[in-house]
T-cell receptor
Framework: AQSVTQLDSHVSVSEGTPVLLRCNYSSSYSPSLFWYVQHPNKGLQLLLKYTSAATLVKGINGFEAEFKKSETSFHLTKPSAHMSDAAEYFC????????????FGPGTRLSVLP | NAGVTQTPKFQVLKTGQSMTLQCAQDMNHNSMYWYRQDPGMGLRLIYYSASEGTTDKGEVPNGYNVSRLNKREFSLRLESAAPSQTSVYFC??????????FGDGTRLSIL
């Protein structure tokens, strides 16, 4: 069965500095991987997805993630943090051969300091 | 541009009461999902419906029932609410097998 580990429960950065949110996954098959963002009292919004095409995936709001099979990682990055990036971020893995079974990581809360 | 609409947004129940959470999507998606979100645990799948007329259990189905009323609507019912079901509930819909669109959630407290 697949699983997701988000290595940091909370990350704090200063506005204008780079963001790195770490995600490692475990999967028996070729996984699809996603990053979602959740702002307070809101639903989840898809940031980007990896589905076995290019390993470097670009998403909305300047975020990108790189799929590294050898490291079983799918870390989310952004060159320069903005105050509006403060939110909860979830890494999600799905195995195409496992039906509709999506596993969410526990989430990383990103704080952006002025 | 509504997307996925959940009602109600907030609800307080007493232990043993029943209620139904409503979800509707206007994107003509075949698949719909119910998740619960608890602190530090991400989202966990309760039930899903791959298409109209079908439903399947997810990771945490105990204490819940669902109905896929038509292609647009997917409801979640708590027959006898328990404090352990205090949570934030999210409905999602997608085309094919990938969940892409979430509602804003229902915050449910059970006393």
């Amino acid at each position: 069965a697949q699983s997701v580990t988000q290595l940091d429960s909370h990350v704090s950065v200063s506005e204008g500095t780079p963001v790195l949110l770490r995600c490692n996954y475990s999967s028996s098959y070729s996984p699809s991987l996603f990053w979602y963002v959740q702002h307070p009292n809101k639903g989840l919004q898809l940031l980007l997805k990896y589905t076995s095409a290019a390993t470097l995936v670009k998403g909305i709001n300047g975020f990108e993630a790189e799929f590294k099979k050898s490291e079983t990682s799918f870390h989310l990055t952004k060159p320069s943090a903005h105050m509006s990036d403060a939110a909860e971020y979830f890494c999600v893995v799905s195995e195409e051969n496992y039906g509709q079974n999506f596993v969410f990581g526990p989430g990383t809360r990103l704080s952006v300091l002025p | 541009n509504a997307g996925v609409t959940q009602t109600p947004k907030f609800q307080v129940l007493k232990t043993g009461q029943s209620m139904t959470l409503q979800c509707a999507q206007d994107m003509n998606h075949n698949s719909m999902y119910w998740y619960r979100q608890d602190p530090g645990m991400g989202l966990r799948l309760i039930y899903y419906s791959a298409s109209e007329g079908t439903t399947d259990k997810g990771e945490v189905p105990n204490g819940y029932n669902v109905s896929r009323l038509n292609k647009r609507e997917f409801s979640l019912r708590l027959e006898s609410a328990a404090p352990s079901q205090t949570s934030v509930y999210f409905c999602a819909s997608s085309e094919k097998v990938q969940p892409q669109h979430f509602g804003d959630g229902t915050r449910l407290s059970i006393l």
